[in-house]
Antibody, heavy 122, light 106 residues
Framework: QVQLVQSGAEVKKPGSSVKVSCKAS????????ISWVRQAPGQGLEWMGGIIPIFGTANYAQKFQGRVTITTDESTSTAYMELSSLRSEDTAVYYC???????????????WGQGTLVTVSS | AIQLTQSPSSLSASVGDRVTITCRAS??????LAWYQQKPGKAPKLLIY???SLESGVPSRFSGSGSGTDFTLTISSLQPEDFATYYC????????FGGGTKVEIK
């Protein structure tokens, strides 16, 4: 069974950056996309971007282009999401999720991490 | 850009009720639609993929239908554990979620 374990909660200052990790176990890591989805308090789900580890190139939602960087480390089966120029509106729970179909980022999210709360506050 | 509109945004229902949630895409997406259930403080859970395929382990009271622009999630007989928020997601070009439907106890 695939499990995704994310790093712990973060508190950041406006203008700074945050990097969240997502370690996968079970299943195949390299050929299935890892997506990052965030959820602001009381709000809906928002896809930020995704990456297929074996290809190494990420796709990003237009809203986050230039501010988010998604990477992976195949040697440790870990994905990372770094968000820069943080503002209060970035306060949210950030989830990683593994796709259900190999070799595409445009797929359903079958397995999810537990979520990481990022709080942006001065 | 494709937009997904879920309705209603919330509903109240009783245990045993038949519940229907709709999701409309602003342009045709074939059957590239999924449904998720999310409970407070938890990650979403995949229920339905490819518009009508039931994810393994999901109770058969959940069903999905539709193609093109109009989709439906139906819960045939609402159970206490089904009170949650439900999201549709299209994956025709890039993943996009609908705004959610909160199912509350009547």
């Amino acid at each position: 069974q695939v499990q995704l374990v994310q790093s712990g909660a973060e508190v950041k200052k406006p203008g700074s950056s945050v990097k969240v990790s997502c370690k996968a176990s079970g299943g195949t890591f390299s050929s299935y996309a890892i997506s990052w989805v965030r959820q602001a308090p009381g709000q809906g789900l928002e896809w930020m971007g995704g990456i297929i580890p074996i290809f190494g190139t990420a796709n990003y939602a237009q809203k986050f282009q230039g501010r988010v960087t998604i990477t992976t480390d195949e040697s440790t089966s870990t994905a990372y999401m770094e968000l820069s120029s943080l503002r209060s509106e970035d306060t949210a729970v950030y989830y990683c999720a593994r796709g259900s179909r190999p070799m595409t980022t445009v797929t359903t999210c079958e397995f999810w991490g537990q979520g990481t709360l990022v709080t942006v506050s001065s | 850009a494709i937009q997904l509109t879920q309705s209603p945004s919330s509903l109240s229902a009783s245990v045993g009720d038949r519940v229907t949630i709709t999701c409309r895409a602003s342009q045709g997406i074939s059957s590239a639609l999924a449904w998720y259930q999310q409970k407070p403080g938890k990650a979403p859970k995949l229920l339905i993929y490819d518009a009508s395929s039931l994810e393994s382990g999901v109770p058969s009271r959940f069903s999905g239908s539709g193609s093109g622009t109009d989709f439906t999630l139906t819960i045939s007989s609402l159970q206490p554990e089904d009170f949650a928020t439900y999201y549709c997601q299209q994956f025709n070009n890039y993943p996009l979620f609908g705004g959610g439907t909160k199912v509350e106890i009547k």
